[in-house]
């Protein structure tokens, strides 16, 4: 499992020009779900954003985790893109629908997370919160 992390101010997500989901200040997740991703993968991967000190303290260091800030979710199965050979992606590696979407809504509800629509042609907006974005793998 992968997640494109990006600490937010606010972020949105619209589905044919309707606003679905909205946060204020914490983080906008875009997941990715691979082949042979487990409930196990899901919940690491959770527990581990939510645990992540990427919000300033007084001293104004990132060593505040999410706390009571909010997460904004949206699968993204094109972070298991491979572009290494030729110019058009291969998504071999990434999930079938039919797998990727109970481990999708698993890391959500862990994280009591907003969402965008599982495999619909999302737009995201976002206001990013300084320069905070990290890649994380469950394995």
């Given at each position: 499992m992968r997640a494109l992390v990006q600490r937010v101010s606010r972020a949105g997500v619209s589905v044919g020009g309707e606003l679905v989901?909205?946060?204020g200040e914490?983080?906008?997740v875009l997941l990715g779900v691979g082949?042979?991703?487990?409930d196990?993968?899901?919940d690491w991967l959770a527990d581990k954003v939510r645990a992540l000190r990427v919000f300033p303290d007084a001293d104004s260091r990132m060593n505040v985790a999410l706390e009571d800030r909010e997460v904004?979710?949206?699968?993204?199965f094109t972070l298991y893109g491979d572009a290494r050979r030729g110019n058009r992606p291969s998504y071999v590696t990434a999930a079938p629908p039919e797998t990727a979407e109970p481990l999708y809504e698993r890391f959500c509800q862990r994280l009591a997370a907003r969402r965008g629509v599982f495999g619909a042609h999302m737009q995201i907006e976002l206001v990013a919160d300084g320069p905070v974005t990290l890649l994380?793998?469950?394995r």
């Open positions: 989901s909205e946060i914490g983080l906008l082949v042979g991703d487990s196990r993968d899901a904004l979710c949206v699968s993204q994380l793998e469950s």
